[in-house]
């Protein structure tokens, strides 16, 4: 393996930039050349490939973002549109390619080892922790951390002004965020796709916390379960208590990397040059009880969803709201 490119693609997570920076410096050690391609599949398609250099890496290791950009590209899913991509790639004779992104990124991936050839190894990176097979995703613990930096910022004013806060957060359709948030804040309730919790069942909730005495409640919704504005609008119907509505958007998604995404990235990133300098293909780098493993690409939306240990968490975020 002479030529490797790497982009990414989807949602920017931060440590994209750990990842990219250890792929390239461990690819440069090996005497590996190192391409990168701009706003991932829509930069292959647009022929938007530079060689890399040191210095392309230098300094980026505490950069939220992604240096190489990144995009959503609809049209990827044509297979003329990826036939071009693929003849981009070859006419530079990139003979592998690592593909920093979610589920979606990975689909992409997929399609181009099996349609054209092309050695691809997939890095889970998405602030979603969404992907079936690793435990962890790169991003996820540094939005984790902005979103429970953001709850204690709101449990001040909402213990304050004896309030209901309503904080709805990213996570498309996975409740990690929301639930793990919730989980380390101290959460007083939440709306996840994982758990059916309704809006009596958080009315009841909050009612029970006033018996208590307990005056506020910070309560998340995961984005996938709705908007936080119309579960409020439910929720004033049923319950006495006055409602602020937090949605914390894109803040979620930037910042410096947490040292456990960094580490994270950057593990990762070196064992995806290791998978294609063995020759393996269609592969994604996984991180399974603190050990960074492989398992085929397609496992991120085929394999064995286990959400044993999830199922666990929610019942005690549940008795921990009261
Ligand atoms: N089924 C698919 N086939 C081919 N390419 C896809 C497919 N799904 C997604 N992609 C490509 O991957 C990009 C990123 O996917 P998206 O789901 O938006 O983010 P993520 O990779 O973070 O989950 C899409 O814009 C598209 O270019
Ligand atoms: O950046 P956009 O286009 O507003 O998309 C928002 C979505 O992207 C995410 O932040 C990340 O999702 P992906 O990693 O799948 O791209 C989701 O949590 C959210 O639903
Ligand atoms: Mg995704």
Request: glycine share 12%.
């Amino acid at each position: 393996m002479k030529k490797i490119a790497i982009l990414t693609s989807g949602g920017d997570a931060p440590g994209m930039n750990a990842a990219i920076r250890s792929a390239a410096k461990f690819a440069f050690y090996q005497g590996i050349e190192v391409f990168g391609v701009r706003r991932g599949y829509k930069g292959m398609v647009d022929n938007d490939i530079f060689k890399m250099t040191s210095s392309d890496v230098s300094g980026i290791i505490d950069r939220g973002g992604t240096v190489l950009l990144s995009a959503r590209l609809p049209e990827f899913k044509d297979p003329e549109v990826r036939k071009i991509a693929a003849a981009n790639l070859k006419a530079h004779e990139i003979e592998g390619l690592i593909v920093i992104g979610g589920d979606g990124s990975f689909h992409g991936a997929d399609l181009l080892y099996k349609e054209h050839g092309i050695k691809v190894i997939g890095i889970p990176g998405t602030i979603d922790n969404d992907i079936i097979g690793t435990d962890f995703t790169i991003g996820y613990d540094t939005t984790l951390n902005i979103i429970i930096e953001a709850m204690v910022r709101l449990r001040d004013t909402a213990t304050s002004h004896e309030r209901t806060y309503l904080v709805e957060v990213m996570g498309r359709d996975a409740g990690d965020l929301a639930l793990y948030a919730s989980l380390a804040a101290g959460g007083d309730g939440f709306f996840i796709p994982e758990a059916k919790d309704t809006v009596q069942d958080i009315a009841d909730v909050i009612k029970e916390r006033r018996a208590m005495g307990k005056l506020h409640d910070i309560i998340l919704v995961s984005e996938g379960v709705g908007s936080a504005y119309e579960i409020g609008n439910e929720l004033k119907k049923i319950v006495d208590t006055e409602l602020r509505i937090t949605v914390l958007g894109h803040i979620q998604r930037g910042g410096s990397p947490s040292a456990f995404d960094r580490v994270l990235a950057t593990k990762m990133g070196a064992k995806a040059v290791k998978e294609l300098m063995a020759g393996e293909s269609g592969m994604m780098i996984c991180s399974e009880s603190n050990k960074i493993t492989t398992k085929f690409i397609d496992y991120a939306w085929n394999g064995i969803v286990d959400n044993t240990q999830k199922r666990k968490d929610i019942e005690l975020a549940h008795i921990l709201t009261k």
